[in-house]
């Protein structure tokens, strides 16, 4: 299988799910907006895992993105009066997330790690990539997952931040093209870009593991 197609060929659209959680996300942050404090805590908790998820990916240390999620959290409090619902809220928020880390990364120069920590067979997509990358499916697990490890944060680190974050995005929150444009700032030309050539580095990066 092409590597390009188990990692990044794959172009995500915003599902009648993700638009029913954005209505639905809109009517709790009005209730917020108009006074209901308690009624913010049902965000956090609908989107606390998945935000650590994305910034933990981008930073690689626990401590900092449990941090900076939270730190995310309370400006999206601070400035939820100013959420006006043009775009999903947790659109909105992964901004405000994906920015803090940014700045956290620019400022301390640190290393990114695409976490592979809890593969098992149900963790899509982190399965799918095992099943297409991996040479021998009889070796054994742990070690082959330990050095896939290895070899995507090697190969990780030869992208920018900016293109390690969307592919961040891109695979382990699941985001749409325009998604992800929205949370970058970007357009959706320039996330398709930065997809393609994480491609193509991956692919020629991983070029041992692919399963002939």
Known sequence: MNIAKAILGKTLVASPERQHEAD????????VQSGDVAAFDGLILKYRERLYAVI????????????????????????????????AFFT?????????????????RLRQFFSLDKVD????????????LTVDLTADRDTYVKELQEKLNEALQKLSIKHRTVVTLFEIDGMSHQQIAE???????TVRSRLHYAKQ???????PYIRR
């Open 183 to 189: 949370v970058m700032n970007c357009s959706v030309g």
């Open 56 to 87: 933990y990916n981008m930073i690689g240390n626990r401590d900092d993105a449990a941090d900076l999620t939270q730190d995310a959290f309370i400006k999206a409090f601070q400035s939820i009066k100013r959420f006006s619902g043009e775009s």
């Open 24 to 31: 639905s996300d809109w009517v709790v942050v009005q209730r």
């Open 201 to 207: 580095l991956l692919q020629a990066e991983l070029q």
């Open 121 to 132: 067979e149900d963790n899509q997509p982190a399965a799918e990539v095992i099943a297409a």
């Open 92 to 108: 909105w928020l992964y901004r405000i997330g994906v920015n803090a880390a940014l700045g956290h990364l620019r400022k301390h």
